[in-house]
Protein backbone atom coordinates (compact mmCIF):
# COMPACT_ATOMS: atom_id res chain seq x y z
CA UNK A 1 0.00 0.00 0.00
CA UNK A 2 1.31 3.48 -0.77
CA UNK A 3 2.46 5.65 2.24
CA UNK A 4 -0.12 8.38 3.06
CA UNK A 5 0.68 11.57 1.71
CA UNK A 6 -0.49 15.23 1.80
CA UNK A 7 0.23 18.05 -0.20
CA UNK A 8 -0.97 21.75 -0.37
CA UNK A 9 -0.02 24.68 -3.08
CA UNK A 10 -1.08 27.79 -4.00
CA UNK A 11 -2.07 28.22 -7.37
CA UNK A 12 -2.68 31.41 -9.64
CA UNK A 13 -6.07 31.48 -11.73
CA UNK A 14 -5.86 33.42 -14.61
CA UNK A 15 -8.89 34.45 -15.80
CA UNK A 16 -6.94 36.41 -19.42
CA UNK A 17 -8.05 39.16 -21.28
CA UNK A 18 -10.06 37.03 -23.19
CA UNK A 19 -12.88 35.19 -21.49
CA UNK A 20 -12.34 31.98 -22.96
CA UNK A 21 -9.17 31.11 -21.87
CA UNK A 22 -7.91 30.71 -18.57
CA UNK A 23 -4.33 29.51 -17.09
CA UNK A 24 -3.40 28.13 -14.11
CA UNK A 25 -0.44 27.63 -12.67
CA UNK A 26 1.21 26.44 -9.36
CA UNK A 27 3.37 28.93 -7.06
CA UNK A 28 6.94 26.99 -6.34
CA UNK A 29 8.30 27.16 -2.88
CA UNK A 30 10.61 30.54 -2.67
CA UNK A 31 10.37 33.81 -4.17
CA UNK A 32 9.34 34.29 -7.83
CA UNK A 33 8.78 37.02 -10.47
CA UNK A 34 5.64 37.00 -11.70
CA UNK A 35 5.95 38.35 -15.25
CA UNK A 36 2.75 39.38 -17.92
CA UNK A 37 3.74 39.80 -21.27
CA UNK A 38 1.33 41.43 -23.65
CA UNK A 39 -2.43 39.53 -23.75
CA UNK A 40 -0.35 35.91 -23.14
CA UNK A 41 -0.44 33.91 -19.88
CA UNK A 42 1.57 34.48 -16.92
CA UNK A 43 4.01 33.16 -16.08
CA UNK A 44 6.45 32.81 -12.56
CA UNK A 45 10.28 32.67 -12.43
CA UNK A 46 12.36 32.00 -9.88
CA UNK A 47 14.26 35.41 -9.08
CA UNK A 48 17.67 33.16 -8.35
CA UNK A 49 16.91 30.40 -10.14
CA UNK A 50 18.85 29.30 -13.41
CA UNK A 51 15.82 30.63 -15.50
CA UNK A 52 16.13 33.74 -13.75
CA UNK A 53 16.17 36.78 -16.56
CA UNK A 54 16.03 40.37 -16.31
CA UNK A 55 12.20 41.58 -15.99
CA UNK A 56 10.85 42.62 -19.26
CA UNK A 57 7.00 43.15 -18.33
CA UNK A 58 5.35 46.00 -19.20
CA UNK A 59 3.06 45.52 -16.44
CA UNK A 60 5.51 46.65 -13.42
CA UNK A 61 7.39 44.26 -11.14
CA UNK A 62 5.54 41.81 -8.38
CA UNK A 63 7.49 39.45 -6.23
CA UNK A 64 5.30 36.46 -4.73
CA UNK A 65 6.53 34.36 -2.45
CA UNK A 66 3.86 30.72 -0.77
CA UNK A 67 4.17 30.55 3.14
CA UNK A 68 2.29 28.75 5.70
CA UNK A 69 0.73 30.51 8.67
CA UNK A 70 -0.47 28.16 11.15
CA UNK A 71 -3.05 26.50 9.23
CA UNK A 72 -3.46 28.52 6.38
CA UNK A 73 -1.19 29.08 3.45
CA UNK A 74 -0.62 32.43 2.03
CA UNK A 75 0.84 34.33 -0.46
CA UNK A 76 3.50 37.13 0.39
CA UNK A 77 2.68 39.84 -2.43
CA UNK A 78 5.53 42.83 -3.10
CA UNK A 79 4.99 45.36 -5.45
CA UNK A 80 8.43 47.11 -6.81
CA UNK A 81 7.72 51.15 -6.45
CA UNK A 82 5.90 52.24 -9.47
CA UNK A 83 4.06 48.81 -10.15
CA UNK A 84 0.14 49.19 -8.61
CA UNK A 85 -1.44 45.81 -6.83
CA UNK A 86 -5.06 46.26 -5.94
CA UNK A 87 -5.69 43.20 -3.51
CA UNK A 88 -9.87 42.70 -3.21
CA UNK A 89 -10.18 46.02 -5.39
CA UNK A 90 -8.71 47.85 -2.85
CA UNK A 91 -5.38 50.02 -3.98
CA UNK A 92 -2.43 48.12 -2.31
CA UNK A 93 1.48 49.45 -2.87
CA UNK A 94 3.48 48.03 -0.55
CA UNK A 95 3.76 44.31 0.57
CA UNK A 96 0.59 42.21 0.85
CA UNK A 97 -0.62 38.65 2.37
CA UNK A 98 -2.90 37.12 0.56
CA UNK A 99 -5.22 34.12 1.03
CA UNK A 100 -6.64 31.67 -0.72
CA UNK A 101 -9.79 32.98 -2.62
CA UNK A 102 -8.69 36.49 -2.57
CA UNK A 103 -7.92 38.24 -5.79
CA UNK A 104 -5.18 40.60 -6.82
CA UNK A 105 -5.17 43.00 -10.16
CA UNK A 106 -1.53 43.95 -11.61
CA UNK A 107 -1.70 46.43 -14.32
CA UNK A 108 -5.28 45.03 -16.15
CA UNK A 109 -4.94 41.56 -14.97
CA UNK A 110 -6.81 39.30 -12.86
CA UNK A 111 -5.67 37.04 -11.05
CA UNK A 112 -7.25 34.63 -8.57
CA UNK A 113 -5.55 32.80 -5.70
CA UNK A 114 -6.73 28.99 -5.05
CA UNK A 115 -5.65 26.38 -3.19
CA UNK A 116 -4.81 23.18 -4.41
CA UNK A 117 -4.44 19.89 -2.22
CA UNK A 118 -3.39 16.49 -3.12
CA UNK A 119 -3.42 13.76 -0.34
CA UNK A 120 -3.08 10.18 -0.71
CA UNK A 121 -4.51 7.79 1.82
CA UNK A 122 -2.56 4.70 2.63
CA UNK A 123 0.17 3.63 5.86
CA UNK A 124 1.42 6.88 7.56
CA UNK A 125 4.49 7.78 7.27
CA UNK A 126 7.23 6.67 9.91
CA UNK A 127 7.66 9.73 11.79
CA UNK A 128 3.22 9.99 12.48
CA UNK A 129 3.26 6.27 13.23
CA UNK A 130 2.60 6.37 16.66
CA UNK A 131 0.57 9.55 16.18
CA UNK A 132 -3.19 8.95 17.85
CA UNK A 133 -6.09 8.58 15.72
CA UNK A 134 -8.44 11.87 17.01
CA UNK A 135 -11.52 9.38 16.49
CA UNK A 136 -10.36 6.24 18.34
CA UNK A 137 -6.85 6.96 19.75
CA UNK A 138 -5.13 4.29 18.94
CA UNK A 139 -1.90 5.01 16.89
CA UNK A 140 -2.03 5.85 12.94
CA UNK A 141 -0.15 2.75 11.94
CA UNK A 142 -2.69 0.20 12.73
CA UNK A 143 -4.83 0.81 9.61
CA UNK A 144 -4.27 3.25 6.76
CA UNK A 145 -4.50 7.05 7.67
CA UNK A 146 -5.94 10.03 5.72
CA UNK A 147 -3.92 12.86 6.32
CA UNK A 148 -5.77 16.29 6.92
CA UNK A 149 -3.88 18.90 4.67
CA UNK A 150 -5.04 21.81 7.29
CA UNK A 151 -3.54 20.19 10.02
CA UNK A 152 -1.51 17.11 9.65
CA UNK A 153 -3.76 15.30 11.59
CA UNK A 154 -3.56 11.17 10.81
CA UNK A 155 -7.44 9.97 10.82
CA UNK A 156 -7.98 6.23 9.97
CA UNK A 157 -9.93 5.91 6.53
CA UNK A 158 -10.17 3.22 4.47
CA UNK A 159 -8.57 3.52 1.08
CA UNK A 160 -10.49 3.11 -1.87
CA UNK A 161 -8.43 1.05 -4.48
CA UNK A 162 -10.49 1.38 -7.65
CA UNK A 163 -11.60 -2.85 -6.82
CA UNK A 164 -14.14 -2.35 -4.48
CA UNK A 165 -12.45 -4.00 -1.60
CA UNK A 166 -11.49 -1.53 1.27
CA UNK A 167 -9.53 -3.00 4.51
CA UNK A 168 -9.07 -1.29 7.53
CA UNK A 169 -10.87 0.92 10.30
CA UNK A 170 -13.23 3.47 9.14
CA UNK A 171 -12.89 6.58 11.83
CA UNK A 172 -13.20 9.20 8.92
CA UNK A 173 -16.88 10.32 9.02
CA UNK A 174 -18.68 12.87 7.26
CA UNK A 175 -17.09 15.50 5.17
CA UNK A 176 -14.86 17.33 7.90
CA UNK A 177 -11.62 16.32 9.52
CA UNK A 178 -12.82 16.04 13.21
CA UNK A 179 -9.35 17.62 14.83
CA UNK A 180 -9.84 20.72 13.04
CA UNK A 181 -13.13 20.51 11.11
CA UNK A 182 -11.87 21.39 7.86
CA UNK A 183 -13.07 19.91 4.71
CA UNK A 184 -11.89 16.57 3.74
CA UNK A 185 -10.46 16.78 0.16
CA UNK A 186 -8.51 14.59 -1.52
CA UNK A 187 -7.89 15.85 -4.88
CA UNK A 188 -8.51 19.65 -5.97
CA UNK A 189 -8.89 23.38 -5.52
CA UNK A 190 -10.56 25.42 -3.00
CA UNK A 191 -11.74 28.88 -3.57
CA UNK A 192 -11.92 28.42 -7.00
CA UNK A 193 -13.38 31.60 -8.81
CA UNK A 194 -16.82 31.36 -10.36
CA UNK A 195 -16.57 31.73 -13.75
ZN1 LIG B 1 -9.01 5.80 14.18
ZN1 LIG C 1 -7.55 18.75 10.25
Not at 25 to 49: F, K, M, Q
Not at 143 to 169: I, N
Request: aromatic share 2%; glycine share 10%.
Amino acid sequence: MRIATSTRSVHLVDLGIDPDFQSTIEVPAGICRLTIRGDGPIELSPLDGPNAEPNSASGGEVLVEPVPRGRELRLLVAAAPGTVVRVNGELDLGLASLEPGDVMQVADRVVHLAEHVHCVIGTAPAELAERLCPVCQKPARTDPVYLCPACGAPVHCRPDDGTGEVEGRQCLLGRECPCCRSAVMTDGYRQLPEL
